[in-house]
């Protein structure tokens, strides 16, 4: 039984065009989002914050695909992997770019508890239930790493426990969620006290038939606890019986908690199989106790058993693979087309040339305005205006043309020109070329 948990996003953006007067439109971006945990909506006009938003978005669908994955295969269980560490990279962009959030679920805080989440998750799929999937190993060497791997899951539950148990997480997260990650810190740190306790109960075996330990078993044995003792690599039976004794206890203590954890939480209730798989490690674990219970043994004191090392090299969001089309960049060129600006609706306006030309001069660069109209020439009687912006010629944008490119243009009209212009509605004049 593996339970995973997703990111769930509410993103909604919004260009919002507001009509004043029913002559003058002021182009106002702003990013409505809510909150994916809370669902407080916040709002705020900044590009960086949609990026943000946007980059969230696609953490939490790595997330969410990562969950959906056949993790009896393992092919299921590499694409699940996948997407998670493509989630954590994602997480850790934002982290380097992005700091000041409206809204809490994309703040430091909870980036940094969201990629551990993810890094907690990924390591179970990749030491755990690949293990799992090839098939547990009963000989010693394995049920070392089998203790040393389940401690390494239960560390990474452990370091999201820390941080949900903070002040500032409370009433905010899930309950499922919460409970979830705390059943999983119990439930494989207890695993790994049992695995532990195999092995000295082979290890006492052993000796009890006369045996000796290998010495790929001592140097096992030896990265297995982050202290040794003369203990650890003696022959006595009664000292190993004594540390298996101690990591059962552990052990016994250890899915109690995530027995409780799972009791305690009514929204784990559907989860059948969850409950089965925690009663039935429990009942594992005692009755392995008790199989113990009038065995001789040494009072002995394990140290903590070290976690394995395993590198997670999550990649960076990768945004050549896909190109996107600037939105903004058909309003114009932002110093003069931007929300701090405001402008008449574009028209449309045919000119026929009299006997001094179609009436107008034109000044300044991206776009260039009229500088000059005639009283009693064409453009006048058209209706255009002395700093007017001009934005195309007979259908060629020229938003983004130089003064010389723009006077080219025109002049190679003849009689006719069809012109597109709009008027600033504040005194935003381009600067003469």
């Not at 004043?20 to 916040?42: E, K, N, P, Q």
């Not at 052993?206 to 990265?223: A, D, K, N, P, Q």
């Not at 190993?240 to 250890?254: E, K, V």
């Not at 010629?393 to 003849?414: F, I, P, W």
Request: hydrophobic share 35%; with cysteine.
């Amino acid at each position: 039984v593996c339970v995973h948990v997703c990111m769930c996003v509410h993103v909604c953006a919004y260009v919002c065009i507001c009509v004043y007067m029913c002559t003058c439109v002021h182009v106002c971006y702003v990013l409505f989002r809510f909150d994916a945990i809370s669902g407080t909506l916040a709002a705020q006009q900044s590009a960086i914050y949609e990026k943000a938003a946007v980059l969230f978005n696609v953490s939490s669908l790595h997330t969410q695909i990562a969950a959906q994955q056949d993790r009896s295969t393992r092919e299921g269980l590499d694409l699940a992997t996948c997407n998670l560490q493509k989630a954590i990279g994602c997480l850790d962009y934002m982290k380097d770019t992005f700091s000041h959030s409206p809204t809490k679920d994309m703040s430091v805080e909870m980036l940094n508890m969201f990629g551990d989440l993810m890094k907690a998750q990924s390591h179970e799929l990749s030491i755990w239930e690949a293990e799992k999937l090839a098939g547990l190993q009963t000989d010693v060497v394995s049920l070392i790493g089998y203790a040393e791997k389940t401690k390494r899951i239960s560390e990474s539950y452990k370091a999201v426990c820390e941080q949900v148990d903070e002040p500032s997480m409370k009433g905010y997260l899930p309950a499922c969620w919460v409970a979830i990650i705390k059943i999983k810190d119990a439930h494989f740190r207890g695993l790994s006290h049992y695995y532990a306790a195999l092995v000295h109960i082979l290890l006492s075996e052993l000796f009890r038939h006369g045996g000796h330990i290998s010495e790929s078993v001592r140097t096992e044995m030896h990265f297995m606890y982050t202290d040794t003792n003369k203990e650890l690599f003696s022959e006595n039976v009664k000292d190993h019986n004594g540390f298996a004794l101690s990591h059962l206890d552990s052990a016994c203590i250890q899915s109690e908690y995530a027995v409780k954890y799972d009791r305690l939480c009514k929204d784990l209730e559907p989860l059948k199989p969850l409950h089965q798989l925690l009663t039935e490690t429990n009942e594992q674990n005692l009755t392995k106790r008790q199989e113990m219970a009038n065995i001789e043994s040494n009072a002995v004191c394990p140290s903590s058993i070290q976690p394995a090392a395993v590198d997670l090299n999550p990649p960076p969001p990768d945004f050549s693979t896909v190109r996107t089309r600037d939105g903004f960049k058909a309003l114009g060129p932002l110093p003069s087309f931007s929300a701090e600006n405001s402008w008449t609706v574009p028209r449309t306006v045919v000119l026929r040339k009299g006997k001094s030309g179609f009436g107008f001069s034109l000044q300044g660069s991206y776009p260039v305005s009229f500088v000059d109209v005639e009283d009693t020439g064409p453009a006048k009687a058209s209706g255009l205006h002395k700093n007017d912006w001009l934005l195309s010629v007979n259908g060629q944008d020229t938003r983004y043309m130089s003064h010389a490119e723009v006077v080219t243009l025109v002049k190679s009209c003849k009689d006719e020109i069809k012109v597109e212009v709009t008027s600033p509605t504040i005194s935003v004049v381009p600067k003469t070329a």
